[in-house]
């Protein structure tokens, strides 16, 4: 019989005010058999929030390729994993904390890390590398600067301080995200293949134990009352979210690093039967949902919980989002031993519950029962929605401000794109992150269009490695969303492939307006339609994700933004491919199907171009082949440099190679192109920017379509069409001064 | 004097960065006000705040010395309250 | 010869200090909370943010039992290597002169950079020539290097200043470019880049194997 609280009893009205439906609050009156509690209600509306119960997306989601001969985990646990070989598997996902980061973009980055990283060593890897997707508004507004330098000084922070290595990532501003950032964090650790745990808890009788951080006021609602409902204000951007602060929580790295030491010495010594990480809705979602992967119930003591703050409330305590703490269930046995080590890394330990075979989730406070609900119904039973897709009739997003016109010349044109915010160099922002602690990064940030990771300390002979790489593209998603996401993964591989890696596996973090809106839904189930069909075609299946909804507010949307996030596996890093020209005397080429074309690139949002309706198409068989072509080539040895050509077409790839190697290059273009500047700047799948000996390039291109372009050398890039005209002509520096516009940002 | 639990008294470390030593984030914050519309503004530095319970007063200035300062590069001001 | 890497909640460069001792010798970690150095010949002071950096970097690590120990072997003449965080707890322990400041540029920074070897007739740089350039990463925000001008005086006389950041190298302000400075005795040294991140070619340069193998070096002459 549950306790008479003091407090009275909610009604539809708070129910609404928590974010449920009036509908789904009449099924949890349902499903308790009576109205809920406060407690009861406030822990339904969180596990009932999108969020937490990805009711607009979990059907959409099941269609999404996850299977395959890599897949050691797969979606449904912290992170999925795929074997690397040598008895090792990868751990990876990616998650997103967008609205915590509109409101304190420090923090919000900051806890966004420490959120992923718990997710890695909760499934009983360590972590090794941290990536970051990041999308503000243009940084001509103070707004969107404020955000870009507190997110990334709080991803700097926690990332360093934890000694998790930040060794890639991307960057974007776009007018949609002005009032909607969007925060991404990529994690990847490393664990003995068949040390993996799960969080399903087992075993009646056997204890459940928190520890980590006190438990304090951090957060509270913060899962349904920010993540589930569309930002209010976005007039002059300066005083939206300020009230909001309160509920953002606070990371600190130091008790997280104490924390997964801790963990990762339970785990070595197999003293847990499972482990979770709290992270949205607090121990309301981790022992919900361990209970429900266990087919278990739990009892639960909030008087047990360490806390932070005096006189918190059972509801209080049960949803809390207080950072840096785990959930684990231990058998009686070992509860001393687990405490020990608990105390050994300074982190607090309490046993707090005990699982039991009631499949019901109760809730005690000092013993008095004050919460009962069946595991099930909280975490199994939300209500899931089908999504009403409609292709919108009009544009829904205004044209960008013109900066440039067409009728610029193509130096002009190179030097605006080049100096643009999204293509400019990001150095500013990677020199605020160790990329090197651990010892394993063998290609740091600009060095390549991956990163990548040593396996095992290398002696003499090969290096087995890991490399990562996440991309994304709202604009092109939002010009048609199939082909869009299509095109961003194959980016992703395409960035592999640079490097020498083959991709094993994808993680994604889909990032959406309303999907109650009928043309929102329209973008996700397009979208995800093309992340499926992409996935399936690249044989790198989805082990895990995340999605962010109700992006949007009185502005409008954001783009449609899938984030995606690849992990690929290299032979030897020795020969681990470079982005910069090498030599003086090596031959440039182009490779692969690339039609290049100026729809919704970035050539044209510099020029106010509105978007275009649909993208042109493209063969993903061939663009495929060209990936498989140079990635066989760059394990060969047979190029010195390898790099996927991207925004802003083949010249501003030939200047960041250029940039990169420190050494200029002469090229020159067919003149059977009927359009110079798509030439020049057109985008789209599937092209490779290559140097090397003759010889090698000769060999690549027995194999994939490959024209012979220049030869790299001396201090100008010159880009010229046949016979003998000159398009541009420009020395290293001024392209090196128009690279690094975005210094000033971080002045 | 203000009553800390159980007796004893509640003092306040002020610790500033001695003078003479460049002081980036004061400079930071000073030049960062007059740009908010805060003119008349100077001299910033920014330092640490330590607030504790003690229950004899005379071994703030020995605590400070050992830990809670860097004398070689910083200045404390203790208040008891 | 065996390296003892101490390991303080908040380190996070002691397993790539410890690989990288591994390359020239012996090499274990050595807890905090433990007084005993295992018979180490030389110690290794990690980088990384020990007690999270709280109050300042290094004010609580230098209070631990290990350090105690540590501060008796440096008395002793046994050879100290501080590195980063490592760096800053030896100043605060006053086993080295000065103090590390935050960055002027007031921002974490990650860079390779060009060190000038100023003094190669110690134990941590005698594999090294005078003049010499290595290539090493640094990544800290509070690099700051401060002593009093008259000893920063006596340190360039008494030639303490083993390390100075090359021309346009110095992102963190530190006085006299000084990268890495020995105590009077010269048996301890600190170095705010990190030697333990070069010295594997994957990875980068391998310069920082030569402070690794000065040490050693030193170790084998006290021997004979």
């Not at chain 1, 651990?438 to 490399?467: F, H, K, N």
């Not at chain 1, 273009?669 to 140097?691: R, Y």
């Not at chain 3, 921002?107 to 005078?130: G, M, P, S």
């Not at chain 3, 400075?181 to 990190?194: I, R, T």
Request: hydrophobic content about 40%; some cysteine; glycine content about 12%.
């Amino acid at each position: 019989m549950v306790m008479e609280t003091a407090s009275r009893l909610p009604t539809v009205e708070d129910a609404l005010a928590l974010g449920l439906t009036r509908e789904e609050y009449e099924l949890v009156c349902e499903k308790q058999g009576r109205e809920p509690n406060q407690l009861e209600l406030a822990m339904y509306s969180l596990l009932w929030s999108e969020h937490c119960a990805y009711k607009h997306s979990k059907r959409l989601l099941r269609t999404l390729p996850s299977e395959g001969p890599h897949v050691v985990m797969g979606p449904g646990e912290n992170a999925g994993a795929v074997d690397v070989g040598g008895g090792l598997a990868c751990a990876f996902k990616v998650e997103s904390h967008n609205h915590p980061s509109a409101v304190e973009p420090f923090q919000g980055a900051a806890t966004g890390v420490g959120g992923i990283l718990r997710d890695i060593f909760a499934i009983g890897a360590r972590p090794i590398a941290v990536l970051d997707s990041l999308r503000f508004g243009e940084p001509s507004g103070a707004h969107a600067r404020y955000l870009l330098d507190g997110a990334v000084s709080g991803i700097s922070h926690y990332g360093n301080s934890i000694g998790v290595p930040t060794v890639g990532g991307e960057l974007y501003f776009e007018q949609p995200y002005e009032h909607n950032c969007l925060i991404n964090a990529m994690a990847l650790g490393l664990a003995q293949r068949d040390r993996l745990i799960s969080s399903a808890a087992a075993g009646t009788g056997n204890l459940l134990v928190l520890f980590g951080a006190s438990t304090g006021r951090d957060g509270i609602g913060g899962a349904s009352v920010l993540a589930s409902a569309e930002l209010q204000g976005g007039g002059d951007g300066d005083d939206s979210g300020q009230d909001m602060r309160p509920t953002v929580q606070v990371g600190d790295p130091f008790a997280e690093k104490k924390l997964l030491e801790c963990s990762l010495e339970l785990l070595e010594r197999g003293l847990l039967v499972s482990l979770q990480d709290l992270g949205a809705a607090g121990l309301t979602s981790s022992a919900s949902e361990m209970a429900s992967k266990g087919g278990v119930g739990m009892d639960i003591d909030v008087a047990e919980v360490p806390l932070r703050e005096p006189g918190m409330e059972p509801f209080e305590v049960m949803v809390s989002e207080s950072q840096e703490r785990m959930l684990c269930v231990v058998e009686p046995s070992r509860l001393d031993a687990v405490l020990g080590v608990c105390e050994k890394w300074e982190v607090q330990g309490a046993a707090i519950g005990r699982v039991t075979d009631t499949r019901r989730m109760r809730v005690l406070d000092s013993g008095e029962l004050v919460g009962d609900m069946a595991v099930s119904a909280l975490v199994d039973e939300c209500p899931l929605y089908d999504l009403d897709p409609q292709k919108p009739s009009q544009p829904l997003y205004e044209p960008p401000v013109a900066s440039l016109s067409l009728d610029a010349t193509p130096l002009e044109m190179l030097l605006a794109l080049l100096s643009s915010p999204n293509i400019a160099s990001r150095r500013p922002l990677f020199e605020q992150y160790d990329a090197i602690v651990q010892s394993r990064t063998v290609r740091r940030p600009e060095q390549a269009d991956a990163a990548v990771l040593a396996l095992g300390s290398a002696s003499d002979g090969p290096a087995p490695a890991l490399a990562v790489s996440i991309d994304g593209n709202g604009r092109r998603v939002a010009a048609d969303p199939y082909s869009g996401t299509v095109a961003a993964v194959l980016e992703c591989a395409s960035n592999l492939a640079c490097v020498g890696a083959e991709p094993l596996g994808t993680t994604n973090n889909l990032n959406f307006g309303n999907p109650e809106k009928a043309h929102i839904a329209w973008q996700l189930t397009e979208s995800v339609r093309g992340l499926g069909d992409a996935c399936r075609a690249l044989d790198a299946p989805i082990v895990g994700g995340n999605v962010s909804l109700y992006n949007e507010g009185a502005t409008g949307p954001i783009y449609p933004t899938p984030v995606i996030g690849m992990v690929g596996i290299l032979p030897d890093a020795r020969r681990a491919g470079r982005l910069g020209f090498h030599r003086a005397g090596q031959e440039i080429a182009l490779v692969g199907p690339l039609r290049p074309s100026l729809a919704a690139g970035e050539l044209a949002k510099l020029c106010g171009q509105q978007l275009p309706d649909g993208l042109p198409e493209f063969d993903i068989g061939a663009v495929r082949a060209a990936q498989i072509a140079v990635r066989e080539a760059v394990r060969a040895g047979l190029l010195a440099s390898a790099h996927d050509i991207a925004e802003g077409g083949l010249a501003v790839a030939l200047a960041e190679c250029c940039l990169a190697g420190d050494i200029g290059a002469a090229v020159l273009l067919g003149d059977d192109s009927p359009d110079l500047t798509a030439a020049l700047f057109g985008e789209g799948p599937g092209g490779f920017l290559v140097s090397g000996e003759r010889d090698g390039l000769r060999r690549l291109g027995e194999g994939v379509p490959l024209q012979s372009i220049g030869t790299v050398g001396g201090d100008q890039l010159s880009i010229g069409i046949a016979p003998e005209s000159a398009a541009l002509s420009v020395g290293l520096a001024e392209l090196a001064a128009a690279h690094s516009s975005l210094a000033e940002l971080f002045a | 004097m203000a009553r800390a639990h159980g007796g004893g008294v509640r003092a306040r470390v002020l610790i500033r960065p001695k003078s003479g030593i460049s002081d980036p984030q004061g400079t930071a914050v000073e030049r960062a006000l007059p740009a908010l519309g805060f003119s008349g503004v100077a001299n910033v530095h920014v330092g640490r705040l330590v607030e504790l319970d003690v229950e004899d007063a005379a071994q703030l200035e020995p605590m400070c010395e050992k830990l809670l300062a860097n004398p070689l590069v910083e200045d404390y001001e203790i208040i008891v309250d | 010869m065996k390296f003892g890497v101490l390991r303080f909640p908040g380190s996070c460069d002691e397993l790539d200090a410890l690989a990288a001792a591994r390359r020239v010798g012996d090499a274990e970690l050595l807890w905090h909370g433990e007084r005993d150095l295992r018979g180490a010949d030389a110690i290794v002071v990690p980088g990384g943010f020990s007690y999270g950096d709280y109050l300042r970097a290094g004010a609580i690590a230098r209070f631990s039992p290990v350090m105690e120990s540590v501060i008796e072997f440096a008395g002793e003449g046994g050879l100290v290597l501080g590195i980063c965080n490592g760096f800053q707890v030896l100043c605060e322990a006053h086993l080295l002169p000065g103090a590390l400041l935050g960055n002027a540029n007031r921002r974490f920074t990650f860079r390779q950079l060009a060190l000038e070897v100023v003094n190669a007739d110690t134990a941590f740089t005698r594999a090294c020539a005078t003049g010499e350039v290595l290539s090493v990463p640094a990544k800290h925000s509070c690099g700051r290097y401060y002593a009093e001008p008259q000893t920063l005086e006596a340190m360039e006389e008494g030639g303490q200043v083993l390390m100075r950041y090359a021309p346009a190298q110095n992102f963190n302000g530190s006085l006299r470019d000084i990268a890495g400075v020995c105590n009077e005795a010269g048996n301890v040294f600190g170095l705010m880049p990190h030697p333990e991140h070069a010295v594997d070619e994957l990875t980068g340069s391998t310069d920082g194997l030569k402070i690794f193998q000065s040490m050693r070096l030193a170790m084998e002459g006290a021997r004979v």
